[in-house]
């Protein structure tokens, strides 16, 4: 059993697969930092000092009583809240982390569709005098005969 199990985890793709995983893990706190710490507060600066991650609507007061000045404090005091500025701020997340996913796909799509085009031959040898003849030719310039 540990030998098939030794055989599985070391075929090619399970290491390429863990190598994404833990990139893809360390690209998502990247993104994470960028949107809060980057791209969100000028945005709450011009919609007047708005800090997004603050934003919830309070369903029911803590211990202590409200108001409550952040998430942090209502979750202190054990209150019930929406805490849609962070759910705008996943959601932002969320959209760079796929623009960027579909970016590199395409990137790896465009190259492995050049890969094989030069994979492909650009000449073909003609059959009867054994010229070399464009891939695309239906006749063989050298001897004029009809090329498959």
């Known amino acids: 059993m540990f030998q098939e199990f030794k055989k599985f985890a070391l075929r090619g793709n ?40 603050n934003l919830f609507i309070l369903l029911q007061a803590g211990n202590t009583p409200g108001p409550y000045g952040s998430v942090a404090d209502a979750r202190a005091a054990g ?28 990137t790896m799509n465009r190259l492995k569709k050049a890969e094989e085009a030069k994979a492909e031959p650009d000449t073909k040898e003609c059959s009867y005098c054994l010229s070399k003849v464009p891939a695309r030719a239906s ?10």
């Open 139 to 148: 006749r063989c310039p050298h001897c004029t005969s009809q090329l498959e």
């Open 14 to 53: 399970v290491m390429d697969m863990a190598v994404g995983i833990i990139i893809g893990a360390s690209f998502g706190t990247i993104v994470k930092s960028l949107v809060d710490d980057v791209i969100m507060p000028p945005i709450g600066f011009l919609l007047g000092k708005v800090d997004f991650a």
């Open 79 to 106: 209150a019930v809240t929406i805490n849609y500025g962070l759910f705008i701020n996943s959601i932002i997340s969320f959209f760079i982390v796929t623009v960027v996913v579909f970016l590199m796909v395409r």
